[in-house]
Structures are given as structure tokens and as C-alpha cells.
């Protein structure tokens, strides 16, 4: 049988230092966004209870929220050993908001509620739709429009923003603790989440090096100078540069040419360069040759 353990509960302190820090951190991605001081991100980012619809029998209030990062929504759920992912989904997702009774769902089981207070959020892939109903107009208002702002600034984005909003939530997630600083366990954590091998050694060292406070993790700057030292030498860059076009990405055929012409593999061909796309690229929305 699993055993769970409840987690230390927090001091008031501690409570209120992490909640400033979860609000600097959904402040960063926010302005990352272009989306710095507006009301609709910040309604989302408190969140709010709203009604899940689907049948005439099944109306159930779950709460939702918007994570700091800005890409994900958190939602409540009453079912037993859900496990914490399972109540996440992506903005990325999302294939299109829409207000009032315009899914079959709403259709059927809530043409009794205003159309104002109605909205639903269609998923990409075939997954079925969330059927909501918000507590008021402004409510529904701000979940509609907070959303479609959200999704059009990051189709707006160009690759290396969208690698960028994506390293800095890998981060978070690598955070266990969430207290914005990251120790070196944490450090080889966050490695693994982005595909990078290295040694332990050569990783203590670079983390040493970047300690510039002396306290044994690294916060705010001194992650990023972490990665850097890690990621960027001038070598790769060039020939990244080289294959890659305007917009810093390096298409499949680009790929098979870079095999070929820089390490000798005579034999690779688009298979070959789909399956390293595929095993090694982050960011999910560029596994699409």
C-alpha cells in the first residue's frame, strides 16, 4: 500500500515570502509575454471558482488558476490519488476559446444559465471540450479574454522567446521547494528535463562559479549565467547559424545537411534527423518538422 506524507505546513512567514515570490515570478513571465499590468492576466493568475458542465445531471464547482508561468492552468479536482500533473493542462492546448453556447455541451445542458456567464475551451488532438459556467459576465469576460490574449501572444513569439519562456518554466518545475533558488540537486534536475548530459564534476564546477552570493544555490541571475556557461560556446553557435534561417531554427532538411556535410554521416537521411528531432528538442511545438 503507498503511504503519503503530509507536507511540513508553513510558517505565516514562510507563506508570505513564497507568495511574493510566486507573484515576481508570474510578474517576469507576464512582462515576457507583453502582457505586464493587465487585469485579465491577473484575474487568471488569482483564479476563480467556476461550474464544469457535462449532462444535464452534472454540474460540479472546481477551481481554476493559472500557473506563474503563464502557460499552464491548474485545475481542482475531487478525485482520489489524481496525481498533480494530471490537473494541469497546457495553454499550447488549446485550440480556441469560445464565449456564450457555442459547443454542443453548452447546447444541451445550459441553455437555463445567461450566455454571458458561458464559455468553453476547445483542445487540440480530439480531446473533449471544457464546458464552463463563471459566477458572473466580468468573470466569464476575463477567463475569455485573458485567454485569448494569452494564446495570441505566444503564437506572436519568435523561437528563441518561446525556448526562452520555456527554459525558465522547466526551472520552476525543477524548484521543488519553490523558493526561487536552486540548489545543485535541483540543478541536475532541471539538466535532465532539458536533454543536457554532463558530467558532475564539470556541472559542480560551473554551479560554483556562478554562486557569486556564496550560499550554496543560485538565484534570479545566476541561473541564467548557469545555463549560459553550460549551453553557449562559440563553436556551436556558428555552425548553428550556418544551418539554421532567419527566424534561429534549423529545419529537418537543414538537419540531414548538417549530418552529412559537418559529421560525416553519409548514410542519415530524414528519418535519422526526425528521430534526433524527436528524442532531443524541448520545446514540443517545434518537434513538427
Known amino acids: ?8 505546513k508553513l510558517s505565516k512567514s514562510e507563506e508570505i515570502i513564497l507568495l ?3 507573484r515576481k515570478v508570474a510578474a517576469l513571465n507576464g512582462k515576457r509575454l507583453g502582457l505586464q499590468d493587465d487585469n485579465d492576466l491577473k484575474f487568471l493568475l488569482r483564479g476563480s471558482h467556476l461550474l464544469k458542465v457535462k449532462s444535464n445531471s452534472w454540474r460540479r464547482e472546481r477551481f481554476y488558476k493559472l500557473q506563474e508561468d503563464c502557460k499552464t492552468i491548474w485545475q481542482e479536482s475531487k478525485k482520489m490519488l489524481r496525481s498533480p500533473e494530471s490537473q494541469l493542462f497546457s495553454i499550447e492546448d488549446i485550440q480556441d476559446v469560445r464565449a456564450g453556447h457555442k459547443t454542443e455541451g453548452m447546447e444541451k445542458y445550459a441553455k437555463d444559465v445567461p450566455e454571458q456567464r458561458c464559455f468553453s475551451i476547445i483542445f487540440k488532438d480530439r480531446k473533449k471540450n471544457l464546458d464552463l459556467i463563471a459566477s458572473s ?4 469576460n ?5 485567454l485569448g490574449k494569452i494564446i495570441a501572444k505566444t503564437n506572436s513569439m519568435s523561437q528563441r522567446q518561446k525556448l526562452q519562456h520555456w527554459i525558465h518554466a522547466c526551472l520552476r518545475k525543477a524548484d521543488k521547494n519553490k523558493d526561487n533558488k536552486m540548489s545543485f540537486k535541483e540543478l541536475k534536475n532541471f539538466l535532465k528535463e532539458v536533454n543536457i548530459q554532463v558530467d558532475d564534476n564539470y556541472a559542480r564546477q560551473i554551479f560554483e562559479q556562478c554562486d557569486t552570493s ?3 544555490t543560485l538565484e534570479d541571475d545566476e541561473i541564467e549565467a548557469f545555463y549560459k556557461l553550460l549551453t553557449e560556446r562559440e563553436e556551436i553557435d556558428a555552425l548553428f547559424s550556418r544551418y539554421s534561417d ?5 529545419s529537418l532538411d537543414n538537419l540531414v545537411r548538417f549530418l552529412r556535410e559537418e559529421q560525416r554521416e553519409e548514410d542519415a537521411g530524414p528519418e535519422t534527423a526526425r528521430s534526433l528531432i524527436e528524442r532531443y528538442e524541448p520545446d514540443e511545438t517545434s518537434r513538427t518538422p
Open 246 to 250: 532567419a527566424e534561429q531554427v534549423m
Open 137 to 140: 459576465d466580468m468573470d466569464a
Open 142 to 146: 476575463h477567463w475569455v479574454a485573458g
Open 1 to 8: 500500500m503507498q503511504c503519503f506524507v503530509r507536507a511540513p
Open 214 to 216: 556564496q550560499t550554496d
Open 20 to 22: 511574493e515570490e510566486s
